[in-house]
C-alpha cells in the first residue's frame, strides 16, 4: 500500500504521527448546526448504527453549508420551496474532483436526512410546522446486476502484492480473505485480532451492515494466507498495545474504510480493470462464483449478509414447488407399480350431528 514498502519504511512510520487535518478550533453553532448534535444524539437514542449517523451527520453538514451560503439558516424560516431548491441543488451537483454528479439513490439518502431532521425540529417543538413533510422526492434508480471480475483478472490483482515483504504480506492476505468470504470493506476494517479461529477457520463478523454479526467459514487458501500474515506480517505492525485490529496501518492503528477503497482502485486502474466500483467487486466476484459453483442464491445471500427481499423468497418458493413438482416420479405404465402414488385419504362429507335424546 505504501510508497515504499519494506520493513525500513515499517520501521520509520513507527511513533511517526499519522497525517491529517489540523485540530479544528472551537466555534460558536447556529442554526441548523446548533440543533444537528441534538437531533444525532436523539438518533443514537433510538439505537440508529454508528454508520447511519455519520451519514446523518454528513448529509446536515452539507445542508448547513449550503444555507449558509444563502444567508439564512434558521429551521424557523424554512418554507417547502426552500427544500425544493436543495433539492434541484443535490440535482445539479457536481462531485469537484471527477465532476460526476450524485445518483439518484444518494439524493434520496440525502433528502431523507433531512426529512428526518426537520420532523424531529416540529416533535420537539423548535419550529411549529415541518416544510418538509409533503416534500415530493425522486423516483428510486432501478437496481442494475452488478458487475464482477473473472478469473484473469482475479489472478493479475492478486499477483500484485510482493509476499516476501510485510506490507505485501498484508495486503495479499486482505485480498485472498475479500475473495474467499464477500465481506464488506467497512466489516474488513472493523475485524479484530480475535475474531479469526485458525483452528476451525471461520470468521466472526461483529455488528455489520444494520448491526448484524455473522459466522463466516475461511477456505482453505485463504486460512493459509492468514496463519502466515498473523505469524509473519502482523506482530511487525503491532507495537500499540491498545490496538486489537487484525490488519494494521503502518503507523499501528486500523485501516479505514476509504482508505482501503483507494488502494483498491490504484490495483483495478494499474491491471488495466475499467468496472466501476473497488472493494464491492470482490464481494460480486465471491458470490458470483458460489452461484456459478452450484451454490443456491439463498446460500449465497446468507453468509454475505445481504438482505432476503420479499420478492425474492416468493420466487424461491415458486421455484422450489416447481422443481418438486417436476422431480415427482411419473405413475404410467409399469411405474405406477415402482412408485405407486401416496395413500390419500378419502374426501369428507358433511358433518352429521347426534341423533337428539328425548327426555321421558
Known amino acids: 500500500m505504501p510508497g515504499q514498502p519494506g520493513l525500513p519504511n515499517l520501521t520509520a512510520m513507527r511513533g511517526r504521527r499519522k497525517g491529517g487535518a489540523p485540530t479544528p478550533q472551537p466555534r460558536i453553532l447556529q442554526g441548523i448546526a446548533a440543533h444537528a448534535d441534538a437531533f444525532l444524539a436523539n438518533l443514537a437514542a433510538r439505537a440508529y448504527s454508528q454508520p ?7 448529509a446536515l453538514r452539507q445542508f448547513a453549508a449550503w444555507t449558509a451560503g444563502r444567508g439564512s439558516d434558521d429551521p424557523a424560516l424554512f418554507i417547502r420551496a426552500d ?3 436543495y433539492q434541484l441543488f443535490l440535482h445539479h451537483y457536481r ?5 460526476k454528479p450524485l445518483v439518484t439513490n444518494t439524493q434520496l439518502a440525502r433528502l431523507g436526512c433531512i426529512r428526518r431532521f426537520f420532523a424531529w425540529l416540529c416533535r ?8 418538509a413533510a409533503d416534500l415530493d422526492l425522486p423516483r428510486k434508480q432501478a437496481r442494475h446486476l452488478p458487475k464482477a471480475l473473472n478469473a484473469d483478472e482475479i489472478a493479475r490483482l492478486l499477483a500484485i ?19 474467499a468470504t464477500g ?21 466472526v463478523v461483529r455488528q455489520g451492515k444494520g448491526g448484524k454479526s455473522r459466522m463466516l467459514p475461511v477456505g ?25 485490529a487484525l490488519f494494521l496501518s503502518g503507523y499501528g492503528t486500523r485501516i479505514s474504510p476509504a482508505y482501503l477503497g483507494n488502494w483498491i482502485k490504484k490495483l483495478l486502474k494499474r491491471c488495466g480493470i475499467d468496472k466501476p466500483g473497488s472493494c464491492h ?3 460480486h466476484s465471491c458470490a458470483t462464483d458460489m452461484h456459478r459453483g452450484g451454490a443456491d442464491i439463498r446460500y449465497v445471500q446468507e453468509p454475505s449478509g445481504a438482505r432476503w427481499t420479499g420478492a425474492q423468497r416468493r420466487a424461491s418458493k415458486r421455484c422450489d414447488r416447481k422443481g418438486a413438482s417436476n422431480a415427482r416420479p411419473r405413475t404410467h405404465g409399469n411405474d405406477a407399480y415402482l412408485h405407486p402414488r401416496p395413500h390419500r385419504r378419502p374426501a369428507r362429507g358433511p358433518r352429521q350431528l347426534p341423533p337428539a335424546r328425548t327426555i321421558g
Open 52 to 58: 447511519s449517523i455519520e451519514a446523518h451527520r454528513w
Open 83 to 85: 427544500l425544493e431548491a
Open 95 to 99: 462531485s469537484p474532483r471527477g465532476g
Open 124 to 131: 420537539s417543538g423548535t419550529i411549529s410546522a415541518n416544510p
Open 161 to 179: 502484492p510482493n509476499p516476501v515483504d510485510p506490507f505485501g504480506l498484508r495486503d495479499r492476505t486482505m485480498l485472498e480473505l475479500f475473495y
Open 183 to 203: 465481506i464488506r470493506r467497512t466489516e474488513m476494517t472493523n475485524l479484530d485480532h480475535g475474531d479469526y479461529e485458525p483452528a476451525t477457520r471461520t470468521l
Open 220 to 244: 482453505e487458501r485463504a486460512a493459509a494466507w492468514m496463519d502466515r500474515y498473523l505469524a509473519e506480517s502482523r506482530p511487525l505492525f503491532h507495537h500499540l498495545p491498545s490496538e486489537t
Open 281 to 283: 467487486l470482490w464481494r
